[in-house]
């Protein structure tokens, strides 16, 4: 009787003995390895998908517009019996933005094949995940636009009027990416892809960064936001076109 109730005794403290620190450790390491594992998978998929929205979809409306003036001889919207050169050059104000339907049947009636966009009868649109998971919606219009330029002297710039086509609801790491394929750098100020807010900052002689990131919540403009399920800050940026 005493050699088993030895037994049991013993049996009892093996399993009330729990985990050594060594084994807590390794158990940390796989659970960190697999946290890690998610996470970068998670910044790949955003990555291609981001590359999806400038390949597609951005780079897709550059081809469009170029084809459209290549084939009509004038900007959309621009008036075709005396032309100005001008993205709605005929609209009142000048410099109105061409967007949505009347931009897209614009392109559709000179014979132009648009992008897939978001569905059909918005194609000018693209919905995207921000860096927290949380949707968002780029939305491309056409606009002539006050364009900060090199003067007659080093360091001085002067105002001119460009074409380019605006990027409405674009976060940080979305238009830092388009950035970097079209200007090879990030720079909000200079080079074909600008922010609004700068685009035309002729006293702005330095490279300037985005003036969000993604640590803004939605509706933020300085403050950073400590919350992972807040919606990310967007902006508007306006990328050059060569006509």
């Known amino acids: 009787m005493s050699t088993t109730r030895s037994f049991l005794e013993r049996a009892g403290q093996a399993r009330q003995r729990g985990f050594t620190l060594l084994e807590l450790s390794i158990s940390l ?20 998908a981001y590359q999806r929205l400038s390949t597609d979809f951005v780079q897709g409306w550059q081809l469009a517009y170029e084809a459209y003036v290549n084939g009509v001889g004038y900007p959309p919207g621009d008036n075709p ?16 933005a061409l967007c949505g339907n009347d931009m897209i049947n614009a392109f559709l ?20 995940l921000d860096s927290n998971g949380n949707p ?10 006050s364009w900060a330029e090199p003067g007659a002297s080093v360091g001085t710039y002067v105002t001119r009027t460009r074409n380019v086509m605006t990027m409405q609801r674009v976060t940080f790491s979305l238009v830092g990416m388009l950035d970097q394929e079209i200007d090879g750098k990030s720079d909000a100020r200079f080079g074909k892809l600008r ?5 035309n900052s002729t006293a702005v002689t330095t490279g300037q960064v ?18 992972d399920e ?5 902006t508007t940026a306006y990328f050059q076109m060569l006509r």
């Open 29 to 48: 390491l796989v659970i960190g390895l697999l946290l890690g594992a998610v996470a970068v998978g998670r910044d790949l998929q955003r990555t291609a």
């Open 210 to 227: 985005w003036p969000l990131d993604d640590r803004m919540a939605w509706g933020s403009t300085a403050t950073a936001n400590p919350l």
């Open 195 to 199: 922010d609004m807010s700068l685009a």
């Open 109 to 128: 009636a000179a014979g132009v094949r648009l992008p897939e966009g978001r569905t059909e009868g918005q194609q000018d649109r693209y919905a995207y």
């Open 81 to 96: 019996t005396d032309p100005t050169g001008r993205v709605n050059g005929s609209a009142t104000p000048a410099g109105t």
């Open 230 to 234: 807040a919606q990310v800050a967007v």
């Open 136 to 145: 968002q919606e780029v939305q491309v219009c056409f606009q002539s636009v």
